[in-house]
Structure formats: C-alpha cells, structure tokens
C-alpha cells in the first residue's frame, strides 16, 4: 500500500526561497518523489544522484594525488564484482568486513 507523502512547498522553509530555491532544495524534492513507504530506500533520484557522483569524479580527477589521477587505468579485481560482473561500492565493503 502507497503512502501518500505531501510535498514539502519551499517557502515553508524560508520566505526567501520563493524563486530563489538552492540545488539542494531539488535534489532532496527529486529523492522524497521516490519514497513510498518506511521500507522504501532512501536514495537520490537519478538528476541528484548525477550531479553529485560527477562532482565527486571531478574532484579527483582535478586532485593530482587522487587515486583516480595516479591510476587512471585502474580495474578492481574480478573477485570484487557481483554476479553481473559490474563492479559495485557494496561488492567492495563486503570484502573489506570479511577482510
């Protein structure tokens, strides 16, 4: 059964949003579209979840002592890739808890 969550108007959090709303204001209204109920998982939608996953490859790009930067070539073990093959952030913290 869905729930019906009620948007939240900006100018419920300031007057000065009326407007004049920042990113973030819109990235979190994206997400909240996609809950439905308590058991429904907290995440960005997919325009949040882009910009802020570029603005993260960006930084370390642009940071000569990243990882990224130094290792540009860099492919994670096999073993560290699910079933599909693909290699995900959850495949990588499993294996650091076994480690």
């Not at 949040?48 to 996953?53: D, E, H, L, M, V």
């Not at 599909?84 to 650091?96: E, P, R, V, W």
């Amino acid at each position: 059964m869905a729930v019906y969550v009620p948007l939240f108007n900006s100018t419920d959090c300031s007057p000065e949003f009326r407007n004049n709303a920042p990113l973030w204001f819109y990235i979190l209204a994206e997400a909240q579209q996609q809950f439905v109920n308590d058991e429904t998982p907290i995440r960005l939608g997919p325009v949040g979840g882009r910009i802020i996953g570029e603005t993260l490859v960006g930084l370390m790009w642009n940071n000569p002592k990243s990882f990224l930067r130094i290792h540009p070539g860099f492919q994670p073990d096999p073993a560290l890739c699910g079933a599909s093959g693909i290699f995900q952030m959850a495949g990588l913290l499993k294996q650091a808890i076994l480690s």
